[in-house]
């Protein structure tokens, strides 16, 4: 079993819809990212938190870290937000707490 | 440009060949990580540098694989008598200080034939 457990795997909406992927893992952590890679290979943080909810935009990343549970939630998609969302997380126990371990993404298409 | 840069964006190269990757990572950030993505699959870590230390490579290298990051500044890794299975996207991400947030390069894709 991944440390680091993603859901959906593949996501389509309608421009407008809300939508919302989750994350799972099994590790104690430091910090939860979220990142956004686009087709080509690059990858941009949009998140990094390690308690509670923060936004940017129309982009809310939520976590509980007593369920190591955490969410990101679009709302209003729209087309350009197509792209690979990718949550990792930084673990807090051990030697590799400068590391992070990622889940396998899950591939969001808004249609317009 | 501030950002994570690599080079080369793409390289195509026949089995056997050896192979050299950069990165030059934001200016003044200290720790610096190499990662591999296949189709399909979320990054998996490599290496890690804080400053010019090479702290921890991962057991999914080979031998064949080595990273260097002289002067604590750019970083190269090396692929030397490549594979077929070395055919991924090899990610760059530098950060500054203690744990925090990661800047990423745009990924040099590699194409072992």
């Known amino acids: 079993k991944n440390e680091v457990e993603q859901s959906p795997q593949n996501l389509t909406a309608q421009e407008g819809e809300f939508i919302t992927i989750n994350c799972s893992y099994s590790?104690?952590?430091?910090?939860l990212h979220w990142l956004q890679q686009h087709p080509g290979g690059g990858i941009v943080s949009l998140f990094m938190?390690?308690?509670g909810k923060k936004k940017h935009g129309r982009l809310i990343a939520t976590i509980n870290i007593q369920e190591k549970h955490s969410s990101l939630h679009i709302t209003a998609s729209h087309p350009r937000d197509s792209a690979v969302y990718i949550c990792?997380?930084?673990?807090?126990?051990?030697?590799?707490?400068?590391?992070?371990?990622f889940g396998k993404g899950t591939l969001l298409t808004v249609n317009p | 440009d501030t950002g994570v840069s690599q080079d080369p964006r793409h390289k195509i190269t026949k089995r056997g060949q050896n192979v050299t990757f950069r990165c030059d990572p934001i200016?003044?950030?200290?720790?610096l990580y190499w990662y591999r993505q296949t189709l399909g699959q979320g990054p998996e870590f490599l290496t890690y540098?804080?400053?010019?230390?090479?702290?921890?490579k991962s057991r999914l290298l080979s031998d064949r694989f080595s990273a260097e990051r002289p002067k604590g500044s750019f970083s190269t890794l090396e692929i030397q008598r490549t594979e077929q299975g070395d055919s991924a996207m090899y990610l760059c991400?530098?950060?500054?200080?203690?744990?925090?947030?990661?800047?990423f390069g745009e990924g040099s894709r590699l194409t072992v034939l």
């Open positions: 991400a530098s950060g500054r200080g203690g744990p925090g947030e990661l800047f």
């Open positions: 590790v104690g952590i430091s910090a």
């Open positions: 938190l390690s308690s």
């Open positions: 990792a997380v930084r673990a807090n126990s051990g030697g590799s707490n400068y590391k992070l371990t």
């Open positions: 200016s003044e950030h200290n720790r």
């Open positions: 540098f804080q400053n010019e230390a090479q702290l921890e």
